[in-house]
């Protein structure tokens, strides 16, 4: 049985407590209603022409069995999906559009390609942000602490795992407020007796 709620006097809406999923590895949600409605945004957003019913059901079907098999485990991964298969399928129809024109259509050839290079762009920063949202942009940090005697030195490694921050170049160095005093021939060994004077 559906929950009816109105929200601000405008409409009445019912959601079902007890949401199926059967259509989760298309958008990623456990509402039918939202996988649906991704997966008819996104054919909608298809460079075809809609109103050719074959050309549009084909182009609709083979773009939503590519989103199934990306997987998307949760709603986030569907609107990635979607939204990488959409700048996926812009490049291809701006590369189509380049290459259709005369030769003497140069200025205007550049412009369809200039397009593609960005909504290309735009494929790729979302293909590794849905890495990232998968866990597999995590960085791996090595710190190294050493502790010297003045007959030995120990080294410990610590391991830090950051998947808040996958690419960012802060994290690349490590910064020390104090360096480490370098020992000499002549400076005094640390520990062991050595007396402060």
């Known amino acids: 049985m559906r929950k009816k709620k109105r929200i601000k006097n405008q409409r009445e809406i019912s959601i079902d407590p007890s949401p199926k999923g059967d259509l989760k590895a298309l958008g990623g949600g456990q509402y039918d209603d939202w996988n649906n409605w991704l997966a008819s945004r996104t054919a909608a957003a298809l460079p075809v022409n809609q109103k050719d ?3 549009a059901t084909a182009a609709a079907t083979a773009v939503l069995s ?6 998307p485990a949760d709603t986030i991964e569907g609107i990635i999906i979607s939204q990488l298969v959409s700048a996926h ?3 291809l129809e701006m590369r189509r559009r380049a290459w259709a024109l005369p030769s003497e259509h140069f200025e205007a050839r550049i412009k ?3 397009l593609a290079d960005k909504a290309t762009r735009t494929a790729l920063m979302l293909t590794e942000r849905l890495d990232h949202h998968r866990g597999r942009g995590q960085q791996q940090i090595t710190v190294k602490h050493v502790t010297v005697n003045a007959d030995q030195a120990v080294v410990t490694d610590q391991l830090v795992i950051d998947k808040s921050h996958s690419n960012s170049p802060a994290l690349l160095t490590v910064m020390v407020e104090k360096p480490m005093r370098l020992i000499t021939e002549k400076s005094e060994p640390v520990g062991r007796g050595s007396e402060e004077k």
């Open 53 to 55: 019913e074959a050309s």
């Open 89 to 91: 399928e812009a490049s």
């Open 112 to 114: 369809y390609l200039t």
């Open 66 to 71: 590519g989103m199934i098999d990306l997987k």
